[in-house]
């Protein structure tokens, strides 16, 4: 299962995403010193939004890249057997997790879209939209785990999906296994 283009659009979609709290930060800095009449009133509540959209985007590559908090030094201190079978039960546990998460996070967006809620300030911001970051996040872990778990289960390669594993691009004097820009 090649993801290429899926990790390319989530870290394009976490890059936007920031450049655009960013960019309304700025405005609302620039806008509140300089020229005070100019400084929009919902900036924060904006930065928020997008803020929450990437960490939600960002979870799925924690999930990729094995980053998420996890119990290293317990499974540095089993074989590389034991250590996929711990993988496995640890890729099951989080799809219940992330599930449950989808569920309800479901639930959350179902319920603010049929009172049409909306946030406080100037901008009536609906907050279904705001919301959906939860089940839009835990359904793209699950698919994450779901690919991790089929590769612990039926592409395990010990030299390569151990802890303590350094990939070829992250050894020291490893530039040679870098991509060469033309």
Known sequence: ????????????????????????????????????????????????????????????????????????????????????????????????????????????VETSWMLDERSASDVQFPMWLYSAAVPTGAALMSLRYLIRLYRYLFAFDPETMTVGHIPAHEQVGASAALPQAD
């Open 1 to 108: 299962m090649h993801d290429g283009w899926w990790d390319k659009a989530e870290r394009f979609l976490i890059g936007l995403l920031g450049l655009a709290a960013m960019i309304v930060g700025l405005v609302q800095v620039v806008g509140r010193y300089v020229a005070p009449r100019y400084a929009i009133s919902w900036a924060e509540e904006v930065i928020v939004y997008l803020v929450v959209w990437g960490i939600m985007l960002a979870a799925s590559q924690l999930v990729r890249t094995d980053a998420h908090v996890r119990p290293d030094l317990v499974l540095r201190a089993v074989s590389p057997r034991v250590q996929r079978w711990m993988e496995v039960a640890n890729c099951i546990v989080a799809l219940a997790f992330c599930a449950g998460l989808a569920w309800y996070g479901v639930s959350i």
